[in-house]
């Protein structure tokens, strides 16, 4: 055999090895941007999933999305719309096999980005596996998204916002979160032929305040923030409740009242 011919043999025999070569497999505790890669447990990703309700009508985005298993799981058992950004292109390209492989490529999407660099405000739900100190980060950007925007993360809290929900399982935690309106300020309530000022103070998700009925100053009673859904109640001049139910929109709200004589009526309230 000439050396050509050697050259030749030995180059289709090396062909199979260079290829298993470059075969990319992510190893745990990898380094990455910000964070080491440590896969979230396929039973932490469901039910943090679970915690947030994802329907067919949720957009979820995975904010770190190592080799997709959120979102592919949001797309394949949840019927989800999901996008995942990751910074590492082995592992957005891994991502896409895999939602390949599971028949979502359609609906499951992966982007190549710095998660502080991207535009996530279309999100219903946000998904995060990141250290306390990115959570932190990314908090005032979270808190500034639509009022009822869902979050769960794994493992790591966002300090003194307290979670909406937290889960255990074998050890690990998922913490649940709801984007709450911003309703502190001084309002005016109009309930039918009762007129009155509101005050409330806010802290994340929950509330407290004052109602003023012009002869007297009382306070708020049960008031709750969820989302975009307020309730409060407060005691008149008559020595009447009267409970509240509504929803926030920017500098408005609106909503139903009930008070304890049997009467019902619509209230509405602008922010001053």
């Known amino acids: 055999m000439t050396s050509f011919a050697r050259a030749l043999a030995l180059s289709f025999l090396l062909v199979p090895f260079a290829a298993t070569a470059q075969k990319f497999e992510p190893q745990v505790g990898q380094a990455g941007k910000d964070v080491i890669w440590v896969p979230t447990p396929e039973e932490v990703v469901e039910r943090m999933l679970t915690m947030a ?47 390949q492989k599971a028949g979502v490529s359609d609906r499951a999407q992966f982007r190549r980005a710095d998660i502080f660099a991207t535009d996530f405000s279309q999100a219903t739900v946000i998904t995060l596996y990141l250290l306390p100190a990115l959570n932190m980060k990314l908090r005032p950007t979270i808190l500034a998204m639509k009022p009822g925007t ?18 255990t399982m074998d050890g690990r935690r ?8 911003n309703v502190m300020g001084t309002w005016s309530l109009d309930a039918g032929s009762q007129k009155a000022e509101i005050a409330l103070e806010q802290t994340f998700q929950k509330i407290n ?40 929109n920017g500098r408005q709200m609106q909503g139903t009242f009930r008070d304890d004589k049997g009467q019902e009526g619509r209230w509405s309230a602008t922010k001053k």
């Open 150 to 167: 869902r979050v769960a993360s794994h493992s790591f809290t966002m300090e003194d916002w307290e979670a909406d929900e937290v889960s």
């Open 53 to 99: 309700q994802v329907g067919p009508n949720d957009f979820v985005m995975d904010l770190g999305s190592g080799d997709g298993r959120t979102v592919i799981m949001a797309a394949k058992k949840f019927g989800a719309r999901s996008l995942g950004i990751e910074y590492n292109p082995d592992m957005v390209k891994l991502s896409q096999e895999n939602a």
């Open 209 to 248: 305040g004052t109602v003023n009925l012009g002869t007297i100053q009382g306070g708020l009673r049960e008031a709750r923030m969820r989302g975009a859904h307020i309730s409060f109640a407060y005691v008149d001049q008559t020595g009447t409740r009267r409970d509240f139910s509504g929803e926030v």
């Open 174 to 181: 998922a913490y649940f979160w709801i984007v709450p309106a």
